[in-house]
């Protein structure tokens, strides 16, 4: 068996023609330093922000989208943001993004330069078989937060591992225990697009957070994939 099986249930495609999903696996990961030299990158990136979406936030191109996708399976996008909106309302408060670890600050940086969501999980060392599909009535979620486990409702577009939620809301929210950490060296990164982004705007992002893993993290590149409606599942050996 594969030791990563990854797939986008029909139903996401069919609901929001154009949909795009980068994933990128990595191995032997360094993820032990503070993230100290990704700083200058991030606050560069929030300022990009600053300079280049005006006006209402809500209207941005990019941002709408998401805003009228979480609307298709009944979440309001003004009480549960994507997690682009959320970076990008926190960035032209003026606000800034902390830095966490050089994965996540990698993540943070790539969504903010392209102005899509970026996020990262990590693998362990057993098989697993991954898919964003619409929630089904056995799945759970965990908060981060120690709250209490939530069902998410039916029709909303959850990321899973079998009926464990990962993510909530598509890009919303990820689970208890899927936080990289110091220890962590094999992680996967989600990259998501919806039109009016395109495929090659996703490659860009895809190729722009590669050079920085390879450049602050090390490690190898076990699988780069953008996944469509034409290509809708990954499997990968992982050393």
Same mark, same amino acid.
């Given at each position: 068996?594969?030791?990563?099986?990854?797939?986008?249930?029909?139903?996401?495609?069919?609901?929001?023609?154009?949909?795009?999903?980068?994933?990128?696996?990595?191995?032997?990961?360094?993820?032990?330093?503070?993230?100290?030299?990704?700083?200058?990158?991030?606050?560069?990136?929030?300022?990009?922000?600053?300079?280049?979406?005006?006006?209402?936030?809500?209207?941005?191109?990019?941002?709408?989208?998401?805003?009228?996708?979480?609307?298709?399976?009944?979440?309001?996008?003004?009480?549960?943001?994507?997690?682009?909106?959320?970076?990008?309302?926190?960035?032209?408060?003026?606000?800034?993004?902390?830095?966490?670890?050089?994965?996540?600050?990698?993540?943070?940086?790539?969504? $903010?330069?392209?102005?899509?969501?970026?996020?990262?999980?990590?693998? /362990?060392?057993? #098989? %697993? +078989?991954? @898919?964003?599909?619409? !929630?089904?009535?056995?799945?759970?979620?965990?908060?981060?937060?120690?709250?209490?486990?939530?069902?998410?409702?039916?029709?909303?577009?959850?990321?899973?591992?079998?009926?464990?939620?990962?993510?909530?809301?598509?890009?919303?929210?990820?689970?208890?225990?899927?936080?990289? $950490?110091?220890?962590?060296?094999?992680?996967?990164?989600?990259?998501? /697009?919806?039109? #009016? %982004? +395109?495929? @090659?705007?996703?490659? !860009?992002?895809?190729?722009?957070?590669?050079?920085?893993?390879?450049?602050?993290?090390?490690?190898?590149?076990?699988?780069?994939?953008?996944?469509?409606?034409?290509?809708?599942?990954?499997?990968?050996?992982?050393?």
């Amino acid at each position: 068996m594969p030791a990563l099986r990854y797939r986008i249930a029909p139903e996401v495609f069919e609901a929001h023609p154009g949909y795009v999903r980068g994933v990128l696996v990595f191995d032997r990961l360094d993820n032990r330093g503070d993230g100290a030299a990704l700083v200058p990158l991030l606050r560069e990136a929030e300022q990009r922000v600053r300079d280049s979406v005006a006006g209402n936030v809500a209207e941005h191109p990019g941002i709408a989208a998401w805003r009228e996708a979480y609307r298709r399976f009944g979440a309001k996008p003004s009480e549960h943001r994507s997690s682009i909106e959320a970076m990008v309302r926190r960035v032209v408060q003026p606000g800034e993004i902390p830095s966490i670890n050089p994965l996540v600050n990698i993540g943070n940086i790539v969504s $903010l330069r392209h102005r899509l969501p970026a996020g990262v999980h990590p693998l /362990g060392p057993d #098989p %697993v +078989s991954l @898919e964003l599909r619409a !929630a089904e009535p056995q799945d759970v979620f965990t908060p981060a937060d120690g709250k209490p486990a939530e069902s998410p409702p039916a029709g909303e577009i959850v990321f899973v591992a079998g009926h464990d939620v990962l993510t909530r809301r598509w890009t919303w929210r990820q689970a208890h225990g899927t936080q990289t $950490l110091a220890d962590t060296t094999r992680v996967f990164f989600n990259i998501d /697009g919806l039109p #009016p %982004v +395109s495929s @090659e705007q996703v490659l !860009a992002a895809m190729e722009d957070l590669a050079a920085l893993v390879r450049d602050h993290c090390g490690g190898v590149c076990v699988a780069s994939v953008r996944l469509d409606a034409a290509l809708p599942q990954l499997t990968a050996d992982l050393p």
